[in-house]
């Protein structure tokens, strides 16, 4: 497969025309133009930080096209009607469907404003005052008109998100930072006051306590500001409610904005995401329920689990659109296997592990996060088919990665290149040092996925485990790198319906590589000749020797590093009945990965015995 060159503007996504479940990737309305592999970086060559390119953009307006400095694309708003939740935010939606607009005028969706009450002043304001008036039409900083100017654009801003239409986030911006700079100078002017006259202020006492009557009585009465005070009385002013109640509107609107940003989940998405620390979480139903998008939902819940988004300051629009432009790439050769769903459950299947067994506890959140992403970009834009067919075939991706890893090289390199695109970069806020371990550790987890190098990385834990008494003792990359692989080829320990599925999907693959080899004049790879290959035969041979050993060897290193002691929030989850018949220590300490490992034995046995029984005596 040749490497594709990605567009600077994220393509929007639209659904699916097949009915074939096999065919469940979205078709971008735009394609990947190719390009040669000698464009894209090898895994040495992405270092530096991301997204510190600042280039400029047109942005399509209701007033036509200017150029303003390039932003992540998230921070363009779009008012939907109704709402597909494969949309993506982009430049070039038509004026009909998108509105944003360089002047901080609200969107022609802005709710309608209260009845005029011209007695209040406020309410004379918004019958003056155009929903297309500019921050340069405002009163000037300072001027009496300003503070009252400044609630009216909030309140707008307030109406429009509590109608769930969202304002544009340039909009928002410059209206919240014009009555930021009206608070500011009502706050420097009030501090002069105080300073003019030292020793009169009266006590700070909230206006709940103290009615406005009194407090202004006191005022008048007690200290030298009555002037003052009947300036404020002859305008639309400032007083200290107003500023307290601007702040806390300010905060709201933040608040109503973060979540209407987010990944909105239906009831059905949202019961079935109850079970999603269960290791044998069924994906494909996910894929129904999504749209099919497995990965989408799969990766935002699991980022939400961990409070990834807030720990990392992670743009919430950002993070949704590098969750959907990593499914585009999972889903570009229409895979029967190695596609969102499988992409979706190895990030699942990461998530049970270190949820399920406490090893969490043992990671730092960084690992964690590490762990997660490398799980969501480990096979992204695979091409269907083997390293070996890549080298055999002497493809392009073989000859740039030296027959070396020739797909997890590119998968490493794929993924990164799109995180280094402003609007996908879910990495901007690491640090250098952060960024570079980050880095660091996924691209060992995702080169471990290699299956060629199962056999080594097995002995080298095994090495590793064999006189270590502690988690001191175990290097976090290798063990970390063990996991993900249990992930990525675990699904002979899941249940039947969930294990069978994957199975006939990865040998349909199989086959289709098959095929191709034959086109080509190539002898066929081993289990992918479809007239010959006996598939109840080859997964009882997977799971006897390549799936059990694995797992065996997970147990063995998990008993090193486990239990771990429990955290309040899981002590606290902790059953009466189980407080009741364990001691303090025993109730304090997880012993679940036991529980978990036991689950997955019994499970790979009993498949193993689902295909025993499937295979034609000898």
């Known amino acids: 497969m040749g490497n594709g060159s990605l567009s600077k503007r994220r393509p929007r996504l639209v659904q699916s025309s097949s009915t074939n479940s096999n065919a469940s990737a979205l078709a971008p309305p735009i394609s990947v133009e190719p390009a040669t592999v000698q464009e894209s970086f090898g895994v040495s060559s992405v270092d530096g930080d991301l997204g510190s390119s600042r280039e400029t953009t047109p942005i399509c307006s209701a007033r036509g096209s200017t150029t303003v400095a390039k932003q992540p694309l998230s921070h363009l708003a779009v008012t939907q009607a109704p709402v597909d939740h494969r949309l993506s935010v982009t430049p070039d939606l038509p004026a009909s469907s998108s509105q944003v607009r360089l002047k901080s005028g609200l969107s022609q969706h802005t709710t309608n404003p209260p009845p005029t009450d011209t007695s209040s002043g406020i309410g004379s304001l918004y019958a003056m005052m155009d929903l297309e008036t500019g921050i340069e039409d405002f009163p000037k900083i300072g001027s009496s008109p300003a503070a009252s100017t400044a609630a009216v654009r909030l309140r707008m801003l307030l109406n429009q998100v509590e109608k769930g239409e969202m304002p544009s986030f340039v909009d928002m911006k410059a209206c919240l930072r014009y009555a930021t700079s009206v608070l500011e100078n009502v706050s420097r002017t009030e501090s002069q006051i105080r300073n003019d006259d030292e020793g009169e202020d009266l006590p700070d006492v909230a206006g709940e306590v103290v009615p406005d009557q009194v407090r202004d009585w006191l005022a008048s009465t007690f200290t030298r500001r009555s002037s003052s005070l009947t300036r404020r009385e002859s305008g639309p002013g400032l007083t200290l409610r107003g500023v307290v109640q601007a702040v806390r509107m300010h905060i709201k609107l933040n608040t109503a904005y973060k979540h209407a940003a987010g990944l909105q989940y239906t009831e059905t998405v949202r019961d079935l995401f109850q079970r999603v620390d269960d290791w044998s979480f069924d994906v494909f139903f996910l894929n129904g329920v999504t749209d099919f998008q497995p ?320 295979c034609k005596p000898k």
């Open 295 to 614: 990965l989408r939902y799969m990766g935002f819940e699991i980022f939400r689990k961990y409070d990834l988004i807030s720990k990392f300051k992670i743009s919430v629009n950002v993070l949704d659109s590098f969750l959907q432009q990593i499914e585009i790439g999972y889903n570009k050769h229409s895979n029967p296997y190695h596609n969102a769903i499988h992409a979706a459950d190895v990030s699942q299947a990461m998530h049970s592990l270190l949820w399920q067994t406490g090893l969490k506890r043992w990671l730092s959140d960084l690992e964690v996060y590490a762990s997660i992403l490398a799980a969501i970009i480990h096979d992204f834009e695979h091409t269907g088919t083997t390293n070996t067919f890549h080298v055999e075939s002497r493809s392009e991706m073989a000859l740039f990665y030296n027959d070396k890893s020739v797909l997890e090289n590119y998968h490493l390199s794929a993924a990164f290149r799109v995180m280094r695109q402003d609007e996908f970069n879910i990495l901007s806020s690491l640090s250098n040092d952060d960024f570079r371990e980050m880095r660091a550790l996924v691209i060992e987890m995702v080169l471990a996925t290699d299956m060629s190098s199962h056999f080594q990385q097995l002995n080298a834990v095994k090495a590793m485990i064999s006189g270590a008494t502690g988690p001191d003792n175990i290097d976090k990359t290798k063990g970390l790198s063990l996991c993900l692989h249990c992930c990525d080829i675990g699904h002979p320990t899941k249940d039947w319906n969930v294990h069978e599925t994957f199975a006939d999907r990865l040998v349909e693959e199989f086959f289709l590589q098959g095929d191709r080899e034959k086109d080509l004049g190539l002898a066929c790879s081993p289990l992918c000749d479809r007239s010959t290959t006996l598939v109840p035969e080859s997964q009882v041979g997977f799971i006897d020797f390549i799936v059990k050993p694995l797992f065996d060897v997970l147990k063995d290193m998990l008993s090193v590093i486990l239990p771990l002691p429990l955290d309040s929030q899981e002590i606290s989850a902790i059953s009466e009945d189980d407080r009741e018949n364990d001691d303090k220590s025993d109730a304090e300490t997880d012993h679940r990965h036991s529980l978990w490992l036991e689950t997955l034995t019994t499970n790979c046995l009993s498949n193993r015995d689902h295909w025993k029984d499937q």
